[in-house]
């Protein structure tokens, strides 16, 4: 999850649509679950985990991260694999 919160911040504000850290992400947990193909509880409890630790908030449809480098860390992230037009962070 922390990676593909990265991932989609990165090519979101490449296209534009994603700033200051914040992207639209109108999914609801469980459907996130299914994309995943993760159980909802162990979404929730990811979920729970990135609150807790304040990386990432998510509310209302809207996915904050709050420190990049720390969720980009907790994932092993690394940017250069995207073929984006913008720089990578």
């Known amino acids: 999850m922390a990676h593909l919160f ?6 979101l504000e490449a296209a534009g649509i ?3 850290n914040r992207f639209e992400f109108p999914l609801k947990q469980g459907q996130f679950a299914d994309v995943l193909g993760l159980s909802l509880v162990h979404v929730n409890k990811n979920i729970q985990k990135l609150r807790s630790t304040r990386l990432v908030d998510w509310k209302d449809g809207i996915v904050t991260i709050n420190d ?3 969720l980009a860390e907790l994932a092993d992230f690394d940017a250069t694999y995207l073929s984006l037009r913008a720089e990578p962070r």
């Not at 990265?6 to 090519?11: G, I, S």
């Open 68 to 70: 990049f480098d720390g």
């Open 18 to 20: 994603a700033s200051q």
């Open 6 to 11: 990265c991932e989609l911040y990165l090519r």
